[in-house]
């Protein structure tokens, strides 16, 4: 007699919400950048930047826990919702817990995302974010969005092997999706997508000089085998944020490259 493997069920419905099941890639953009930096240039009103990018085609949000539910109106069953579980206010590096996995549930979150500046002194700390997390998500069948970038001094030390560490590091604490930076260049950033044995996203960094040169980085990514893009300030501080995550989302899922 043989046995069929099934699937997390709960988890995969989820996740399909947060990417494009045609193409599995997937097209987010993050609107957590409040907590940190305060009301930006581009989501002073944040319920207009989240119509702009689901009119450009996007496939989920990531939003601070405590917002998502005062949006929802916005972008229910127009994209998925990400809730950010961990982030921080003043202190730099020192990423903590700001809601949980239950709250996320409550409040119709289809994934989480957490958080980790790898080389920080705080490293510890957020592991055990990430620790709590997971555990909670298993049991519940959330996916889970990890967060993973160097710090400055681990990157200066380093260079691009700081990015693929910390990408592979992600994987291995068991996040279904990595979001990272671009390396930079084609090569290295093959490797790291190699490498790292889930789907992995590219951060937007800073704000870019230009549109073809974020749409040149993401064309690349994709080319190297990334699974999307997880770009902020580089889509809503855009003049047009619903037209440039339009040209994104022809890039990642109709190979526009």
Not at 45 to 52: E, L, S
Not at 62 to 85: D, H, Q, S
Not at 171 to 194: H, P, Q, R, W
Request: charged share 15%.
């Amino acid at each position: 007699m043989s046995f069929k493997y099934i699937p997390d069920v709960g988890k995969e419905i989820r996740y399909n919400r947060i990417i494009n099941p045609s193409t599995d890639r997937m097209v987010i953009i993050p609107l957590d950048h409040g907590i940190i930096l305060g009301p930006l240039p581009g989501i002073e009103n944040p319920a207009q930047t989240v119509k702009d990018v689901i009119s450009g085609g996007v496939n989920s949000v990531v939003f601070n826990a405590g917002l998502a539910p005062r949006l929802y109106k916005e972008y229910m069953n127009k994209c998925g919702a990400i809730f950010n579980l961990t982030n921080v206010i003043t202190e730099e590096q020192g990423i903590t817990l700001i809601s949980t996995v239950e709250y996320a549930i409550r409040n119709g979150a289809d994934a989480v995302s957490v958080q980790i500046q790898v080389g920080s002194k705080h490293e510890q700390h957020m592991l055990n974010n990430a620790r709590i997390v997971l555990d909670q998500c298993s049991n519940w069948g959330i996916p889970v969005l990890g967060m993973m970038y160097p710090t400055e001094k681990l990157l200066e030390k380093n260079g691009t092997d700081a990015i693929l560490h910390a990408a592979r590091a992600g994987a291995e604490l068991g996040f279904d999706i990595v979001k990272t930076s671009y390396t930079g260049d084609s090569i290295s950033f093959k490797n790291l997508v190699d490498s790292c044995p889930v789907p992995v996203v590219i951060a937007g960094g800073p704000k870019a000089n230009s549109s073809q040169q974020i749409l040149s980085m993401v064309k690349e990514a994709i080319r190297c085998g990334a699974a999307g893009v997880a770009l902020g300030r580089n889509v809503w501080q855009h003049p047009n944020p619903a037209q440039v995550t339009e040209d994104i989302v022809n890039i990642v899922h109709h190979q526009n490259l």
